[in-house]
């Protein structure tokens, strides 16, 4: 089935302490999206890559970082610079080639982040 | 003003009633129109897209847009119990791989 795999579910941080969460898509999408949900907040875009090797900060960057070694995967790492982490994180991807695909993104069951 | 606004409700209803959803937008550039549905504790999953303006049906949904009045409109016939869960709306201007989301509207539909 394709689709898309975030892991784990649930994750627990210590005060000062990175974190990596994993997002990983057999869908062969060339773009992919990090998001954080908060209650009454939407989501927020922390960070999107559109090719391999290149990514772009969203609208939420500071205290994230992610890398795009390959086109499956779009790790992301929560670092201990963020002072506020505890959110439900989503993990999308979306087709490049045509514009009206490109704006469809499929998400990932989500990550649930929660500080110790 | 957040540039898309959604009531988060709840909307309780009971079951075989029409539901209507709701976004209103600020940016006219918005081309693409999309509504999410989410299980408590899932991902998004996507239910109906449109682009520009009209009508789109699929089964029992209805997706609407007005862009002369920056209000597109969901539209759920026969509601039944696993309708209930949080309906996201999102847009786009079509020229970045960027989305914006409303806060999501909290239906539960009642037996």
Known sequence: DGGITQSPKYLFRKE????????EQNLNHDAMYWYRQDPGQGLRLIYYSQIVNDFQKGDIAEGYSVSRE?????????????????????????REDRVLAKNIQYFGAGTRLSVL | QKEVEQDPGPLSVPEGAIVSLNCTYSNSAFQYFMWYRQYSRKGPELLMYTYSSGNKEDGRFTAQVDKSSKYISLFIRDSQPSDSATYLCAMSDGTASKLTFGTGTRLQVTL
């Open chain 1, 70 to 94: 390959k086109k499956e995967s779009f790790p992301l790492t929560v670092t201990s610079a963020q002072k506020n982490p505890t959110a439900f994180y989503l993990c999308a991807s979306s």
């Open chain 1, 16 to 23: 000062g302490q990175n974190v990596t969460l994993s997002c």
